[in-house]
């Protein structure tokens, strides 16, 4: 009997393995590591891949109409063709950074926009004091969303502030991971969903707590105002953020608030987040407040995006290529060692002194 169950075993975990090569098309050492641990935990580790090794990557995951992707496409096509007679005009911009503009646009069609003004918070309290400023003067749209907020009295001073502008007539939409969040729920907004505010969950649970999407998560941290203010960083919210949590300590982080074309890209990036998540199919662009005036900003930004959908990895592929070009130093604050361990594999196979890692 117990040679009979080992054997059904066996055929089980083998018949699981030989789905996992069929659907999951990764790297070779991805797949290697999944089918060692499918080896030696039988049954288990599949259970575990369910939950931790899925995989995303689809070609049209936002469900975009052929129409939308045949003009994004036109406009990194005209872009580039614009970006190579600058560069052969001797534009000190693009002779330093050429082709790491050209990598994103190709990689992650990240739009170069110029006409930007973009202010640095590494400070909580004065990034979320900007931010509330701006709620309160809104006029016509509030979109936001979060990997991660507490319903702490951060989180409820937002939600409050939210309910006045949604109460006020302004458009409110708020977005937030439900992994991130998870002491998080609907009942928390139920006051700003009453005054017509709209609240969505990035792929939520079936049944809490059980969720077999907790790698395929959303970290994104923006808050585009009437299309013409974009929040944009690393700040999630909560009490923690603003140095008022003792497992934490002061809370150092980078966020950006900008002006200028940029915004419409951070807003479509936005929108097409809240269509997957959204239970209503009839969204559309149309519906989104856009800024059409060009500003006299000066900063040229890229909007590079990344996730679980992405066939390709454009924030790693920009990171190494940024590592690469590195001539004196390189500073990196992460949380992480994954920039870490790019960071050693690189000086390993070069010779120059010079590297600064702080974490």
């Not at 000190?92 to 790491?100: E, G, N, Q, S």
């Not at 909580?124 to 979109?143: H, V």
């Not at 309910?163 to 458009?171: C, D, F, L, P, R």
């Not at 969040?181 to 990035?202: C, D, N, P, T, Y």
Request: charged residues 20%; glycine residues 6%.
């Amino acid at each position: 009997m117990v040679t009979l169950i080992l054997s059904l075993v066996m055929i089980i975990n083998i018949l699981l393995s030989a789905v996992f090569l069929f659907f999951e098309r990764r790297d070779i050492g991805y797949t290697w590591a999944w089918l060692m641990i499918f080896y030696f935990i039988p049954i288990l580790g599949f259970i575990v891949y369910l939950f931790l090794g899925r995989n995303l990557k689809k070609k049209n995951f936002y469900g975009l109409s052929a129409e939308e992707r045949n003009s994004l496409n036109l406009i990194v096509q005209n872009q580039l063709v614009t970006l190579k007679e600058q560069r052969k005009e001797n534009n000190p911009l693009l002779m330093k950074y050429a082709d790491l503009i050209q990598l994103n646009l190709t990689s992650s069609n990240a739009i170069l926009t110029n006409d930007n003004e973009i202010f640095i918070f590494d400070d909580g309290q004065e990034k979320f004091d900007s931010l509330f400023s701006d709620i309160k003067e809104a006029k016509k749209e509030i979109n936001i969303q979060y990997y991660i907020i507490q319903p702490d009295s951060l989180g409820k001073k937002l939600r409050d502030e939210l309910t006045i502008k949604a109460k006020e007539g302004v458009k409110v939409r708020v977005l937030y991971d439900e992994i991130g969040s998870k002491k998080l729920s609907l009942k928390f907004f139920r006051e700003l969903i009453s005054a017509g505010g709209e609240v969505e969950v990035f792929f939520p649970s079936l049944i809490r707590p059980l969720n077999f999407r907790m790698n395929n998560r959303n970290h994104r941290k923006l808050c585009i105002i009437d299309g013409e203010i974009a929040y944009i960083g690393g700040f999630n919210l909560g009490n923690e953020y603003l140095g008022m949590d003792k497992k934490f300590g002061y809370w150092r982080d980078t966020h950006f608030k900008m002006h200028g074309d940029a915004v419409n890209h951070i807003q479509g990036r936005f929108i097409l987040d809240w269509k997957h998540a959204s239970k209503t199919d009839q969204v559309s662009y149309e519906q989104f407040s856009f800024n059409t005036a060009r500003l006299d900003g000066s900063s040229p930004v890229q909007i590079v995006s990344s996730g679980p959908n992405s066939q390709v990895e454009h924030l790693k592929n920009m990171y190494i290529k940024l590592i690469v070009n590195a001539k004196k130093s390189v500073y990196i604050q992460s949380l992480t060692l994954f920039l870490t361990a790019l960071l050693w594999m690189h000086v390993k196979s070069h010779s120059y002194p010079g590297w600064i890692c702080a974490l």
